[in-house]
């Protein structure tokens, strides 16, 4: 007699098809999810906490790789340093095709989940943005003149506005902006316009 192995799905099985799901521009859907992996809308629940946390968790496994390959990337230290990075990452969000498509499909949602305070992906783009600022502060290679906590949020919140341009004002996010952004950076790490 040949005993059948069945493999029940896990949290990470869950996490890895919601990932695929996103970078092909479908929607998910909690409980067609639960459907697929053949578990309970409730167990999923339990994995994943919820859409939006879900989502978030999806967006910072792309974000995080970014940040670090734009660390890695960027020579020097300092304000050119750190402006580098910022410039990689967003230069580089500015045209991700499936973070554009996720915009253009539900603007609202989209801007609730990249930007809102209670994102786990912007409160967690703030974290990581500080821990660099700190680590430049620590090394002695900047000194810049706000508190770094503020400066960490106000170089987000102007990325955002930037990227996101499109669901704020209307306006088509521009690669000319983010320059302007990263001038603006410059100046509030205490450098020169």
């Not at 960027?74 to 410039?87: E, H, K, Q, W």
């Not at 499909?105 to 783009?125: C, F, N, V």
Request: aromatic residues 6%; contains cysteine; neutral net charge.
């Amino acid at each position: 007699m040949t005993e059948k192995t069945t493999t029940r799905a896990t949290p990470a099985d869950a996490f890895r098809r919601a990932r695929r799901m996103w970078l092909k521009g479908e929607r998910i859907h909690l409980a067609s999810l639960s459907a697929e992996l053949n578990i309970g809308r409730a167990t999923l629940f339990r994995w994943v906490g919820n859409k939006d946390l879900l989502l978030g968790e999806v967006l910072w496994s792309l974000y995080e790789p970014l940040r670090l390959e734009a660390l890695n990337a960027t020579p020097g230290n300092g304000v050119d340093f750190v402006v580098g990075v910022y410039r990689h990452i967003n230069s580089t969000l500015l045209h991700s095709e499936p973070l554009r498509r996720f915009i253009r499909e539900d603007p609202e949602y989209a801007l609730k989940i990249l930007t809102s305070s209670q994102s786990t992906l912007h409160s967690r783009t703030v974290e990581a943005n500080t821990r660099t600022l700190r680590d430049q502060i620590a090394g002695g290679h900047i000194n810049p003149p706000l508190n770094v906590n503020s400066l960490s949020y106000f170089m987000v919140r102007l990325a955002e506005s930037c990227l996101y341009s499109d669901i704020i004002n209307g306006r088509e996010p521009r690669e000319e902006e983010l320059e302007d952004a990263c001038t603006a950076v410059r100046v509030m790490l205490g450098g020169t316009a």
